[in-house]
C-alpha cells in the first residue's frame, strides 16, 4: 500500500519573490510549511545570494515542472569588474584583484557581442551540478577543482543599463538567456574579455518561462496572511496549472475520447494539429494534461493530472 502524504492535497504554481540569502530549496521548505502542502517542488535553482521569480509547483502542478525548468529566463546583474572571487559571486572569498579603472563603456559594449548568442560556458565548480552523484560544490568546499565539460547555451539577450568606472568598475546588466545558464560564468567570460577579473555582486532574476515579478508573492506576504488566518487563506496566491503552459495548444476533446486518454490510450482527433505538445482539456474545458500528436495523427497522453 502507497504511504499518504502528510499535508494538504493541493495543486497550483506559486511564484516566489526568493530573497536573498536563502537557497531555493528552504525558500520551498518555507513555503511548503505555511501551506501545509502535501507536495511541492520548485523549477530551477537561484543562488542564495539571488532573488526573484522562483515559481513552486504544489501536488499535481510537480508533473509539469519540466516546462518551466526548460524555460527561458531573464536576469537584471550587477557585475563588478576588477575583483574574482572563489564562487564568482559575493558570497565567495576574495581571490584576484586587479585595477578596472582603464575599463570603458565602449570597452564593454564591443565586448558583449562575442558573448550573445550560442556560446560555450564552463559550470562553474561552485554550482549543483552533479558528477558522479555528488554536487560540485561539495567538491569544490572539499577543495578539488575538476575538469568540467563546456556546456552550449543560447544568451538571447545582452545589454548594459548603467555603468561606473573605477578601480571597481560596475556594470548593470540585462540579460535573457536559455536554461542551464550561469551569469556568474558571463560576468567571468566578460571580466576575461576586458582583461580583468569580475564577479556578480547583484542578481534578480525577473522572468521565469511564463511569469514575471508583477506575479510575484513574498514570504513576507505568505506569513503576514497565514497568522492572520489558516492554509486555506493562502490559496488565493496560487495560479492554475494550467499557467505553466501558455505556449502549448489548447486542445477540448470529446468525452468519448477523454474516457480512452484517461485509460493512457492514443486517441483520434477530428481537426487538430497535425503534430507537437498540446494541453488537454474536457467537454467542460477543464484541464486533463498534456498530451503529444503522434506521426500518424493520434493524440497520445502524455501527463495527465489524476483527478
Request: net charge neutral; with cysteine; glycine share 10%.
Amino acid at each position: 500500500m502507497a504511504r499518504r502524504r502528510k499535508g494538504r492535497p493541493i495543486d497550483g504554481v506559486l511564484v516566489l519573490d526568493k530573497p536573498s540569502g536563502l537557497s531555493s530549496n528552504a525558500a520551498l521548505q518555507h513555503t511548503k510549511r505555511l501551506y501545509s502542502a502535501a507536495k511541492a517542488g520548485h523549477t530551477g535553482s537561484l543562488d542564495p545570494l539571488a532573488t526573484g521569480v522562483l515559481p513552486l509547483c504544489f501536488g499535481e502542478a510537480t508533473k509539469f515542472s519540466q516546462f518551466l525548468l526548460d524555460a527561458d529566463k531573464g536576469y537584471f546583474s550587477t557585475f563588478i569588474l576588477g575583483v574574482g572571487t572563489s564562487t564568482a559571486d559575493a558570497d565567495g572569498e576574495t581571490v584576484s584583484v586587479s585595477s578596472a579603472a582603464h575599463v570603458s563603456l565602449e570597452a564593454v559594449t564591443h565586448a558583449l557581442p562575442a558573448l550573445t548568442g550560442v556560446i560555450q560556458q564552463i559550470p562553474p565548480m561552485y554550482s549543483a551540478l552533479k558528477v558522479d552523484g555528488q554536487p560540485l560544490y561539495k567538491r569544490a568546499r572539499a577543495g578539488q577543482q575538476l575538469e568540467r565539460a563546456p556546456r552550449t547555451v543560447s544568451i538571447h539577450q545582452f545589454t548594459v543599463h548603467a555603468f561606473e568606472p573605477g578601480e571597481r568598475a560596475e556594470v548593470k546588466v540585462e540579460v535573457v538567456c536559455s536554461k542551464g545558464t550561469y551569469i556568474r560564468t558571463l560576468a567571468e567570460d566578460l571580466g576575461a574579455a576586458l582583461g580583468v577579473p569580475a564577479h556578480v555582486g547583484a542578481l534578480r532574476r525577473f522572468q521565469s518561462g511564463p511569469f514575471d515579478l508583477e506575479q510575484c508573492v513574498t514570504p513576507e506576504q505568505l506569513t503576514a496572511v497565514r497568522e492572520q488566518g489558516s492554509e486555506p487563506d493562502l490559496d488565493r496566491f496560487l495560479l492554475p496549472i494550467e499557467a505553466c503552459l501558455p505556449d502549448l495548444p489548447r486542445l477540448v476533446i470529446s468525452e468519448a475520447a477523454t474516457f480512452y486518454i484517461r485509460q493512457g490510450q492514443p486517441v483520434v482527433v477530428p481537426n487538430g494539429p497535425q503534430s507537437g505538445m498540446v494541453r488537454i482539456a474536457d467537454q467542460e474545458g477543464s484541464f486533463l494534461g498534456v498530451g503529444e500528436v503522434r506521426d500518424d495523427g493520434k493524440l497520445a497522453p502524455k501527463r495527465l493530472l489524476a483527478h
